[in-house]
Structures are given as structure tokens and as C-alpha cells.
């Protein structure tokens, strides 16, 4: 539910942004700035929430959430937009991170819970990422006859947030079970050898990963605008990648340990690449949601074995780990936008999906040196379980 919310209000900014007749520059601040925040502040609120607990950090992630987009419906101007994009981003970096924790706490130490438990989590995120923008979309057409677009788009947003915290506010902190398999020893719980290198390549993969998303969200919709796609057609294809992730995670539910193997990060890191590059000449809609989906699909691989890296056979500052995670999926997020929307406004709305691709290209080439240093200290074979 905090995806579909946090979603529908990124889309609300741009859409916001659109309507005041933003440059391509300032649309993708909105963007930058509010990842920045959150990538920034990642790395404290997860030890926060190691420190006073999951609930009370992600009920304070909520109040701070809500208060932006009912701010955010009055704003009647780019400068407060971006004002409030930066509590809007400060906000998430409050609940992602304890919300992983938790997840971790209420799995133990076992592989196949934990990994089950956060397959689950990731199908759940990824579906409301896909309804978010979607539902701004439609919404935002459905007020323009009224002028209450903005105003009905991020005040619904800001009510489905209270209903998470009230959510949030009655759910257990503990497992009703303890975890069967808790000995340290025991191979569920041991972590790989090469979990070092693993953990690099996963989460280069995710920075890559998600510098795409930061273009399809902040870049993409002046494009769609400039070739005359309106605000449904946006937000639907804005989904695409988000519905491509949701295919991924549920296959991925499946149990299995390609968690612990190299070549599926490089496989869909070369396939978004590609796709990608595509884009450069691409007119149809259809042409851009099925890159988007394959996008989002070869995103989640990374994701997951990021997340799982870390949160794995850990037992203290789960909480941190979590933080870090995430301030890697936001760093290339912000820094998308910040980089990209200079080449959309000097050079062409499409170059961004060409430094995409070089960004891509990059790290598949660190994912290979790090395994191959990996495996020349300790050679081993890559399978696990």
C-alpha cells in the first residue's frame, strides 16, 4: 500500500510539474531531490529504527508522508514543489528501511523463510508501484474538468497514507513462532563465501537498475508529452516497468537458490541495456511498455539478491543494512534525474536513455571483475543448496 502511495505522489509532482509548464531541468529536480533525500537519509533512519524500534520509525515515516501531499495539493508554484519533494523523500527514507528489518525480524535466520518472506514483500511493492501512476492518470483527467486535479491527486494519496499508519500501528513486532532454524551453524543460516562479492555485483546491478527508473519517472513524461500522449496513456506506460518487476518477483517466489549465482544479474542487466538503447528511436506506445516491463523485470533480479545479501545471516543492525540497500536503489535514482535531465534540456529528450545504457554497461563490467577477483582468492562452484 506504501508504494502505491509513495508512487501516486511521484506522479502528482510531475504531473503538477507538467501543468505549471516546468522546464525538462526543473521536472527532473523534482525527481533528484527527493531521492537524494532519501538516499541521504537511509543510511541513518534504518540504525534509527535499529535503535527505537521498526513501528514507531515507520508511524513517524507516515505523519511526515501525509503532511507533504497535503501540502503538496496547495502548492501553487515549482519552488514549493520542490520544498515538499524533499519531505516527501525525507519521509520514505523513515519506512523502507525499518519495514525490511522487520521483515527480517519476523523471518529468524533461515534462507528459505527469509527469502520467501521478502519474495513476498517484493511482489507486494512492485504491484503498488504499478497501480500508482496508473490511478494518478486517470484521476488527474477525471479533475481537469473541475481544476481539482491536483488537489483530489494528492489528497487521496495523503488518506491512503493515514490508513497505513493506522495499519502500522496495530501490527506485531514479534514472531507468533520462532523460527525453527536458528542455529548459526546449520546451513540455512550460513552465509555464502563469496557473499562479499555477491552483495557488490547485486547492488551495482540495483544502482543501474534504478538510474533507469529515475529517468522513466522524472524524464519520461515531458517526452510522452512532446509526442502527444495524455496524462492516461502516461501514467499506464509510467506502470509498465513496475508491472515488468511484479512478473519477476512472482516467478522468483518459486524456491531456489539463483540468489547465489552470477550470470542472472548479467543476463538482465544485458537485456535492459538493449532495450534501453532501443528507445533512442522508439514513437509507439506499445514500443516503450514492452522496453519499460523488460526493464522492471531485469531490475528486480538485482533487487532481490541485494536485499537478501543483506539482510541474510545477519543478526544485529538489520536495520542499517536495510538503509544501505536502500540508499543504493535511491543514489541511482537521484542521480539519474540530476545528470539526465541536463541532457534533455541541451541535447535531445532521448539521449537519457542512451546514458542509461552506458551506465549499464558499466556495471556489468564491475559485476564481472568483482566475481573474478572473488574467485581467484577462494575458487568454488557458484551454486549453494
Known amino acids: 500500500m506504501m508504494d502505491v502511495a509513495f508512487r501516486a505522489g511521484a ?34 533512519a534504518g540504525s534509527v529504527s535499529d535503535r527505537i524500534g521498526r513501528k514507531a520509525t515507520a508511524a513517524l515515516a507516515c505523519a511526515g508522508l501525509a503532511t507533504a501531499y497535503v501540502l503538496a495539493g496547495l502548492a501553487g508554484d515549482i519552488g514549493r514543489l520542490l520544498v515538499l519533494s524533499i519531505l516527501s523523500g525525507a519521509s520514505g527514507a523513515f519506512f523502507w528501511p525499518a519495514i525490511q528489518a522487520w521483515i527480517a525480524d519476523l523471518s529468524g535466520r533461515g534462507r528459505q523463510r527469509l527469502a520467501r518472506r521478502l519474495g513476498l514483500f517484493n511482489v507486494a511493492w512492485s504491484a503498488g508501484l504499478a497501480v500508482g501512476p496508473t490511478y ?18 494528492f489528497w487521496s494519496t495523503a488518506g491512503l497514507v493515514l490508513l497505513i499508519a493506522a495499519i502500522v ?29 555477491l552483495l557488490f555485483g547485486a547492488r551495482v546491478g540495483t544502482f543501474a537498475s534504478w538510474f533507469a527508473v529515475g529517468v522513466i519517472i522524472s524524464l519520461f513524461p515531458k517526452l510522452a508529452e512532446v509526442l502527444g500522449y495524455d496524462e492516461r496513456v502516461r501514467g499506464l506506460l509510467a506502470s ?25 544479474l548479467v543476463v538482465a542487466l544485458w537485456l535492459s541495456l538493449v532495450g534501453m538503447l532501443s528507445l533512442v528511436w522508439a514513437r509507439s506506445p506499445l514500443h516503450f511498455g514492452l522496453v519499460f516491463a ?39 535514482s537521484f542521480l539519474s534525474p540530476l545528470i539526465a535531465g541536463f541532457l534533455a534540456e541541451y541535447i535531445s529528450l532521448r539521449a537519457p536513455f542512451v546514458l542509461v545504457a552506458v551506465i549499464l554497461a558499466g556495471a556489468i563490467v564491475a559485476q564481472i571483475v568483482a566475481w573474478r577477483s572473488s574467485m581467484a582468492r577462494a575458487p568454488i562452484r557458484e551454486e549453494v543448496g
Open 11 to 44: 506522479q502528482s509532482y510531475q504531473e503538477t510539474g507538467l501543468f505549471l509548464k516546468a522546464s525538462a531541468l526543473n521536472l527532473s529536480r523534482l525527481g533528484a531531490i527527493s531521492a537524494f533525500c532519501y538516499s541521504v537519509l537511509c543510511l541513518v
Open 136 to 153: 494518478i492518470g486517470f484521476v488527474w483527467a477525471s479533475g481537469a474538468a473541475l481544476g481539482l486535479s491536483q488537489r483530489i491527486a
Open 169 to 197: 500501528l496495530v501490527t506485531r513486532t514479534r514472531p507468533l513462532d520462532p523460527d525453527p532454524i536458528a542455529d548459526e551453524n546449520h546451513d540455512e543460516a550460513r552465509v555464502h563465501p563469496h557473499q562479499a562479492s
Open 240 to 264: 509498465c516497468y513496475h508491472v515488468g518487476q511484479l512478473g519477476l518477483f512472482v516467478l522468483a517466489l518459486r524456491p531456489g537458490t539463483w540468489q547465489f549465482r552470477r550470470w542472472p
Open 294 to 332: 523488460a526493464a522492471g523485470a531485469c531490475a528486480s533480479v538485482a533487487y532481490t539478491a541485494s536485499l537478501f545479501h543483506s539482510l541474510h545471516g545477519r543478526v544485529e543492525d538489520r536495520g542499517k543494512l536495510a538503509g544501505i540497500h536502500e540508499a543504493v536503489l535511491a543514489s541511482g
